[in-house]
């Protein structure tokens, strides 16, 4: 069993800045490929960005290229999501998931991940 913790969310203004952070215990971290996943009220969840177990290689979707940025510390066995130029549309509960093996091409769909973490909640106001 994996758990994860996220933390970091909370309100912020347009254009401002957060940092997320993805805790990680319970079995070994870092061969395990993580997510980061966002569902906003009355949507569907949908994937963020994801990073391989080494951290070489990275995935985002189009609505944050650019402005947010995934990394990991496997000797802190935590997981980060660097979020820039904050947009309402960004407003969600973001959570992070892991899963031990996935191929690339299914990085983006969460239900491939085995672990999820229970959220934390991202407010941007206008």
């Known amino acids: 069993q994996v758990q994860l913790v996220e933390s970091g969310g909370g309100l912020v203004q347009a254009g401002g800045s957060l940092r997320l952070s993805c805790a990680a215990s319970?079995?070994?971290?870092?061969?395990?490929?993580m997510g980061w996943f966002r569902q906003a009220p009355g949507k569907e969840r949908e994937f963020v960005a994801s990073?391989?177990?080494?951290?070489?290689?990275?995935y985002y979707a189009d609505s944050v290229k650019g402005r947010f940025t995934i990394s990991r510390d496997n000797a802190k066995n935590t997981v980060y999501l660097q979020m820039n130029s904050l947009k309402p549309e960004d407003t969600a509960v973001y959570y992070c998931?892991?899963?031990?093996?996935?191929?690339?091409?299914?990085?983006?769909?969460?239900?491939?991940?085995?672990?999820w973490g229970q959220g934390t909640q991202v407010t941007v106001s206008s």
């Open positions: 998931a892991s899963v031990r093996s996935i191929a690339s091409a299914a990085m983006t769909q969460g239900y491939n991940y085995d672990y």
């Open positions: 319970g079995r070994a971290f870092s061969p395990y490929y």
């Open positions: 990073i391989t177990w080494s951290g070489g290689i990275t």
